[in-house]
């Protein structure tokens, strides 16, 4: 009886610790740098910035300071993948930390948390498949949130398809809203990339493959993602166990291959308020280098 309870003891604080660094996991900001031989021969490198779910909620002091002080980093575009947002009030927050990388140019997407209200979870739900929107959610006041952006002259490229001059190479982009509550709209502008740009860029929120895979038939070159968290909690020397769409959880974070595309999803910076808990997957911004084809790439 005596060692079942020395076992329960060490068992409950095991829990109790891994809990605690999981909570603290959350502010262990972290920036990767990856290398992607992409560009045409003999071109200079184009570096881009991937930000990902801040879910910014008022009083994140020291999230807001870390995303801030990216904009050192003096990148040639910053290319942000939805849910800035993680509360009702949190507008101002994200603007805030957006402020100085807002200097630079810039393009967008929104995810579900930008719409919709956060609300608790039980995160067993996540292994019976994505979760669901449910009507009970109230809509947040996004529409600020999306102006402050686009006032800055950061593209908003909710369903859209543009031409984006970038440290003087042009940039094919497509952007879809997010596919994670059915707000995409690939249809609308299926078909060819600009054969003249440098570079094929497709950006949305959540990876599911019908837009991954609309994206790489019409070529794009890159496609950014956000949405998975990373896995949020990782089992070390396994990886993710979930993604909350349809990609395969070893594709849920970091460099990987779509067909003829590369794919980076970014494990993102924030989480939810009702779930403040990562492990083994500390929050993230991604410097990615453009390099020319013909150079190795790198990730990290």
């Known amino acids: 009886m005596v ?38 021969p003999g071109q200079n490198s184009l570096r881009l910035l991937h930000i990902s779910d801040l879910h910014m909620i008022p009083g994140q002091g020291a999230k807001l300071r870390w995303v801030q002080s990216l ?31 807002m200097e630079l140019p810039g393009a967008f997407v929104l995810g579900s948390n930008d719409y919709y209200a956060p609300k608790p979870i039980n995160p067993v739900k996540y292994f019976a498949g994505p979760s669901q929107i449910t009507p009970a959610r109230p809509m947040l006041d996004w529409e600020p949130l ?5 006032d800055h002259g950061w593209l908003d490229l909710t369903n859209t398809h543009v031409n984006w001059t970038v440290g003087g190479r042009l940039i094919s982009v497509k952007g879809v809203d997010d596919p994670h509550i059915a707000r995409d709209d690939y249809e609308g502008i299926r078909g060819s990339f ?14 599911y493959l019908r837009v991954l895979d609309a994206m790489a038939a019409d070529n794009a ?47 993102g910076l924030g989480c939810s308020r009702y779930a403040p ?3 083994a997957c500390p929050p993230e911004a991604t410097l990615i280098t453009l390099k020319p084809r013909g150079s190795p790439p790198e990730w990290s």
């Not at 980093?73 to 100085?100: I, K, N, R, W, Y």
């Not at 600009?194 to 990876?207: W, Y």
């Not at 949405?227 to 993604?243: D, E, I």
């Open 3 to 40: 060692s079942t309870r020395k076992a329960l003891a060490a068992f409950t604080a095991t829990g109790l610790g891994a809990l605690a660094y999981a909570h603290l996991e959350t502010r262990r900001f972290t920036l990767r740098r990856i290398e992607i031989p992409i560009l045409p």
């Open 71 to 101: 904009a050192a980093l003096s990148p040639d575009a910053v290319v942000a993948t939805g849910d800035f947002l993680s509360h009702v009030d949190g507008v101002s927050s994200a603007l805030e930390a957006l402020d100085p990388l």
């Open 146 to 150: 999306a102006a402050g952006m686009s």
């Open 194 to 207: 600009n054969s003249e740009a440098d570079l094929s860029l497709g950006v949305v929120h959540a990876p």
């Open 221 to 267: 070159q890159l496609i950014l993602a956000g949405h998975t968290h990373g896995g949020q909690l990782r089992v070390p020397g396994y990886g993710a166990l979930v993604t909350n769409c349809d990609l395969d959880p070893k594709r849920a974070r970091g460099l990987s291959q779509h067909r003829n595309s590369a794919l980076h999803v970014s494990a």
């Open 277 to 279: 808990f990562r492990f």
